[in-house]
């Protein structure tokens, strides 16, 4: 099992591009979602795609298992009044309310491909019926070192379908050196 704290006090943090991730930015600019929408960003590391949900007004949440990475990320983006950030165990732990909004990048990759059904079903806990979940996935093929753990498009959505319905799919921007390795999916959770 990987110690997430011992990574970020080695800066062994490759997934950290110091920046949101490119396709949730343009995801964001081109969306008139409610103002109102409620943000959870799972396995949030030092809070970039968190703070880009709460530079656009949504009311956000960073959560990650590693008390340093959220400490960078307080540090970094205490300025905005619409943005917390809290320890906490994406598949273990259950929200006092559920979100509008679940968005994910890095996060499903970097989880042991024999708890990937726990994280589907963590995401039914965190997210309201009718909610959103939007994620930035690697598509390549499963590997048995990782994190990151590969997955293919297909092996995704099997995974999701039971409980979500697949809205759109696509191919976003990406970050340099990731072409062709990140496939982004927008999903709503089934009544």
Excluded at 1 to 10: A, G, H, I, L, V
Excluded at 70 to 79: G, H, P, T, V, W
Excluded at 103 to 110: P, Q, S, V
Excluded at 143 to 160: D, H, M, T
Aim: include cysteine; proline fraction near 8%; charge should be negative.
């Amino acid at each position: 099992m990987t110690n997430w704290e011992e990574r970020y006090q080695q800066e062994d943090t490759p997934w950290d591009k110091g920046n949101p991730a490119p396709g949730l930015t343009d995801w964001i600019n081109k969306q008139t979602i409610d103002p109102e929408t409620r943000v959870l960003v799972p396995g949030c590391g030092r809070g970039h795609d968190a703070a880009a949900w709460a530079k656009a007004g949504f009311e956000t949440t960073g959560m990650d298992l590693s008390d340093l990475a959220l400490n960078d990320a307080r540090m970094k983006y205490e300025s905005l009044p619409n943005l917390a950030f809290f320890p906490g165990d994406f598949l273990e732990e259950q929200p006092q309310e559920p979100y509008d909004l679940v968005f994910e990048h890095t996060l499903y990759c970097a989880i042991d491909p024999n708890r990937r059904n726990e994280y589907a079903q963590a995401l039914n806990h965190w997210l309201k019926p009718d909610g959103y979940f939007l994620a930035i996935h690697f598509i390549f093929p499963l590997n048995e070192e990782g994190p990151p753990f590969g997955a293919s498009k297909e092996e995704i959505i099997q995974r999701f379908e039971k409980d979500l319905e697949l809205v759109d799919d696509w191919k976003p921007r990406n970050f340099e050196g990731r072409r062709d390795e990140e496939w982004m999916f927008l999903w709503k959770r089934k009544m």
